[in-house]
């Protein structure tokens, strides 16, 4: 039973005998679905798309279908659920405490890293983010790129497994200059925000002149 879902996607498609980007109208509803309710692993809808139209389309239609999903569900939450998941969700989700914590001291890098590892389920990620102080601006980017890094870690290995034949040393090494820039962004961030604050303290210590002397 714990496998129902993706044998239920596999009769799908077997049975609608689709292929190519034909395949794209049943992996775009069931992504969208996945985002909200998160039965199957997004995971395989993106091996589905690669298997069908290629290695890189496969990985740029399943990065925009799966932005998509991530902001839809988080406008419905956030529009419609916000007071619902603070009353029945918070008590719940005690766990993940402290990515919320997370979530409002680093931004959208925690966004991000929740979208590249498997830490928590996409839909709470959306739920989380939804009561946070996180602005919808900066949400679809930590989306955006969260989503990015994410497909592209599934790419790697799913090339490994369904083509044997790509260059996957290549995808490897673009996908760490990915991360690795990232991860420069984030500390220059950092650095700019302690130069920023300790500014802000040594302003506050200095007493104010007297215009008289």
């Not at 969208?32 to 993106?46: C, K, V």
């Not at 928590?120 to 900066?138: D, G, H, T, V, W």
């Not at 991860?183 to 040594?202: A, D, I, P, S």
Request: hydrophobic content about 50%.
């Amino acid at each position: 039973m714990e496998n129902y879902p993706e044998e239920f996607i596999d009769w799908l498609i077997q049975t609608m005998q689709l292929n190519g980007y034909s395949i794209l109208l049943v992996t775009i509803p069931l992504a969208l679905i996945q985002s909200f309710i998160g039965l199957y692993p997004f995971a395989a809808l993106i091996m589905l798309n690669i298997s069908a139209i290629g290695l890189v389309e496969g990985l740029l239609v399943s990065w925009a279908m799966g932005t998509l999903g991530t902001i839809l569900v988080y406008v419905v939450c956030e529009k419609f659920l916000s007071n619902w998941i603070q009353r029945k969700w918070l008590r719940k989700m005690k766990r993940y405490e402290k990515w919320q914590r997370y979530t409002e001291r680093y931004g959208i890098w925690t966004i991000i890293l929740l979208r590249t590892l498997p830490i928590m389920p996409n839909n709470l990620i959306c739920l989380m983010a939804s009561i946070s102080s996180l602005s919808f601006r900066k949400y679809c980017w930590s989306s955006v790129w969260g989503m990015l890094s994410y497909i592209g870690l599934i790419g790697v290995l799913g090339a490994a497994v369904l083509m044997p034949e790509v260059n996957v040393g290549l995808i490897t090494l673009l996908y760490g200059g990915f991360c690795l820039l990232l991860l420069l962004m984030f500390v220059c961030q950092e650095v700019l925000l302690v130069r920023h604050k300790g500014r802000q303290g040594r302003e506050q210590e200095t007493p104010p002149s007297n215009p008289l002397m």
